[in-house]
């Protein structure tokens, strides 16, 4: 059983498309929140509303690979395998669940990841770094395993996801993209945090004339929001050069197609740069976000990328960058990382399932 976001999407996805596409011999459920959400032909779907037949798919399964929190009322059955796959790639930014205040002050939530934490045998993971933040943030019981993180696979494809979303937003297929990916801020509502829009107030009038001026062709910014953030899409007007796609289910599938991403502080920020694609920083509340929000596992202002705290320093930090230096910045960074990001690890990953599903046999389970 997988579950992500209550859609198809992220790790999960791509690591089901290689089982797939290896034509592996595993009954594959989903666990979606609206019956609308499309799989590939021979899965099978359950709704987690729909308590019964969801407590049954997740009793009767061998393996469960989930990229957030398993509910409370499920029971693990002994032989039954959980895999974590997170939702982020091999370096974060931030502190996460019981190693972040903002999710220690909130009772229930702790609860529920400590129960998490008992039930958990692997978190899938891509670095040492990535590992280390997840043994404090998880505190499971099993371990991490560094096989790489599936959804990147697809930034080492990129003409693929180039021509797709273009088509798929009606784009011409020369047309530059720059993908504006920010994250949530917290609000205190007295008894747990809540997420909320950002007041981001970017101009993207100047930011595209600045784009074309700079990198010339014709740009167009997508706007990404975190999950958490969907129900928000709607109260967004844009234009025709400025396209929300908060909506679609793949936001990885965007970071592949772009030839920039600006983000403020979330974790995407690391994922264009794999593939040496220029990232900017555009965050106006540091601050502000470092008391409110999260803290930081590594220093905001010693990233390779960028950091621009108003539109007058995103737009200069453009007109200024230059792609070796940049380059050179970004090889300096990632090389103390000894990353898994490779296009490989859905592979290893279907490997390391093929060896638990080996094990369990030879066990009799």
Aim: net charge neutral.
């Amino acid at each position: 059983v997988f579950s992500a976001f209550g859609t198809y999407c992220d790790h999960g996805k791509y690591i089901t498309e290689e089982l797939l596409r290896q034509k592996k011999k595993y009954e594959i459920v989903w666990a979606i929140s609206d019956s609308s959400v499309k799989v590939p032909q021979g899965i099978r779907t359950v709704m987690r509303g729909d308590l019964e037949k969801y407590i049954y798919e997740m009793a009767t399964a061998g393996i469960w690979i989930f990229n957030s929190p398993v509910e409370a009322f499920v029971r693990k059955r002994k032989g039954q395998i959980y895999i974590q796959t997170k939702h982020w790639t091999g370096i974060t930014l931030k502190k996460f669940y019981l190693d972040a205040a903002t999710v220690t002050k909130n009772k229930e939530r702790v609860k529920l990841w400590k129960k998490n934490a008992k039930m958990m045998d692997y978190i899938i993971t891509a670095s040492d770094f990535d590992s280390q933040s997840c043994l404090r943030g998880f505190c499971p019981k099993g371990k991490c395993v560094e096989l790489g993180s599936a959804r990147t696979d697809i930034l080492f494809d990129e003409q693929k996801y180039r021509f797709k979303v273009r088509e798929m937003l009606n784009l011409p297929q020369d047309a530059k993209i720059l993908l504006y990916a920010p994250t949530y801020r917290f609000k205190w509502s007295g008894l747990s945090y809540e997420q909320k829009l950002p007041e981001y107030g970017i101009d993207y009038k100047s930011l595209i004339e600045e784009l074309e001026k700079k990198f010339h062709g014709q740009w167009y910014i997508l706007l990404r929001f975190h999950p958490g953030l969907r129900k928000y899409s709607e109260q967004v007007c844009l234009t025709d050069r400025v396209i929300n796609v908060s909506l679609y289910p793949d936001g990885e599938e965007f970071v592949a197609a772009s030839d920039i991403l600006v983000s403020d502080y979330s974790s995407i920020m690391f994922e264009p740069a794999y593939v040496k694609k220029p990232v900017f920083l555009y965050a106006t509340d540091i601050d502000e976000y470092l008391e409110n929000d999260y803290d930081l596992l590594l220093d905001i202002r010693s990233l390779p990328f960028s950091l621009a705290e108003n539109n007058e320093e995103l737009i200069g930090a453009i007109r200024a960058f230059d792609q070796e230096e940049y380059q050179k910045r970004l090889d300096q960074f990632l090389s103390g990382y000894r990353l898994r990001e490779d296009g490989n690890s859905c592979q290893r990953i279907v490997e390391f399932i093929d060896s638990l599903v080996s094990k369990s046999r030879d066990a009799g389970i």
